[in-house]
C-alpha cells in the first residue's frame, strides 16, 4: 500500500547560500549569519497591474491563519535570495492581515510576498498548513499589511492510520500520473545532463 510513498523519490539538491538565524523564534536579538555577506532588505517593488487589493475573503483567510501557532512570511530579498521571518497576524479588516515581526525585519514599501502558518503534530500525527500569496506593505511606522491574493491549505487528521492509507492512495495516483505524463524518463534526463560536482 505505501511502496510509492515511502521508495518513489525525487531528489533535490539545494545549494545553500546564507543562513541567517537569530537568538529566539521571534527573531529578535543579533542574528548570526552563515555563509554569504549580510542580508539587505529590498526597495519597494512595482504595484502589480491588477492592483494590491485583497483577492480572497480576509475574514475567512484570517480565522485560518490566527489559530496556527507558527507563521512565516517570506519576500525576496536584494540579492534575489528568499529572506523568511516569523511574523503574528494581529488583526484584519478590508485591507488585509495586519502582521508584526521582530524590529526592522520587514522592509518598507510594498512587495509580494508569501506567507506559511502550519502546526505539525508530534510525529506529523496531525498536520494543518494555510499558504497565501500577496501583497506586503509597510509603512514608515512599522505598520504591516499583508493583502492575500491566493490561498491554499491541507489539513489531516491525528489519526495515524488514515493519515498513512491516504498518503499511500495519493502517492500511487501522483505516481501513476507522472509516468503517464513520462515524468520519470525527464528526470533521469536531466540528472545525466546535471554538471558533476
Same mark, same amino acid.
Given at each position: 500500500?505505501?511502496?510509492?510513498?515511502?521508495?518513489?523519490?525525487?531528489?533535490?539538491?539545494? #545549494?545553500? $547560500?546564507?543562513?541567517?538565524?537569530w537568538?529566539?523564534?521571534?527573531?529578535r536579538? $543579533?542574528?548570526?549569519?552563515?555563509?554569504a555577506?549580510?542580508?539587505?532588505? +529590498?526597495l519597494?517593488?512595482?504595484?502589480?497591474?491588477?492592483?494590491?487589493?485583497?483577492?480572497?475573503?480576509?475574514?475567512?483567510?484570517?480565522?485560518?491563519?490566527?489559530?496556527? +501557532?507558527?507563521?512565516?512570511?517570506?519576500?525576496?530579498?536584494?540579492?534575489?535570495?528568499?529572506?523568511?521571518?516569523?511574523?503574528?497576524?494581529? #488583526?484584519?479588516?478590508r485591507?488585509?492581515?495586519?502582521?508584526?515581526?521582530?524590529?526592522?525585519?520587514? +522592509?518598507?514599501?510594498?512587495?509580494?510576498?508569501g506567507?506559511?502558518?502550519?502546526?505539525?503534530?508530534?510525529?506529523?500525527?496531525?498536520?494543518t498548513?494555510?499558504?497565501?500569496?500577496?501583497?506586503?506593505?509597510?509603512?514608515?511606522?512599522?505598520?504591516?499589511?499583508?493583502?492575500?491574493?491566493?490561498?491554499?491549505?491541507?489539513?489531516?487528521?491525528?489519526?495515524k492510520?488514515?493519515?498513512?492509507?491516504?498518503?499511500?492512495?495519493? #502517492?500511487?495516483?501522483?505516481?501513476?500520473?507522472?509516468?503517464?505524463?513520462?515524468?520519470?524518463?525527464?528526470?533521469?534526463?536531466?540528472?545525466?545532463?546535471?554538471? #558533476?560536482?
Amino acid at each position: 500500500m505505501l511502496k510509492e510513498y515511502y521508495w518513489e523519490r525525487v531528489f533535490v539538491d539545494v #545549494a545553500v $547560500e546564507r543562513v541567517v538565524t537569530w537568538p529566539d523564534l521571534d527573531a529578535r536579538g $543579533e542574528p548570526e549569519v552563515l555563509g554569504a555577506g549580510p542580508f539587505d532588505l +529590498p526597495l519597494p517593488q512595482a504595484a502589480p497591474a491588477a492592483g494590491t487589493e485583497p483577492r480572497v475573503e480576509v475574514r475567512k483567510v484570517a480565522g485560518q491563519v490566527a489559530k496556527l +501557532p507558527h507563521q512565516l512570511i517570506a519576500f525576496r530579498g536584494v540579492d534575489g535570495f528568499p529572506v523568511v521571518v516569523p511574523v503574528h497576524v494581529t #488583526a484584519h479588516d478590508r485591507a488585509g492581515l495586519s502582521v508584526s515581526a521582530a524590529d526592522s525585519l520587514l +522592509p518598507l514599501g510594498g512587495r509580494r510576498a508569501g506567507v506559511l502558518a502550519h502546526d505539525f503534530g508530534a510525529l506529523l500525527n496531525g498536520i494543518t498548513s494555510r499558504m497565501l500569496t500577496g501583497w506586503l506593505s509597510v509603512t514608515d511606522d512599522g505598520a504591516a499589511t499583508f493583502a492575500p491574493f491566493t490561498s491554499r491549505g491541507l489539513s489531516a487528521p491525528p489519526l495515524k492510520d488514515l493519515l498513512l492509507v491516504a498518503n499511500g492512495v495519493f #502517492a500511487k495516483v501522483g505516481y501513476r500520473q507522472a509516468v503517464r505524463r513520462g515524468l520519470p524518463e525527464r528526470l533521469q534526463q536531466l540528472a545525466s545532463e546535471r554538471p #558533476a560536482g
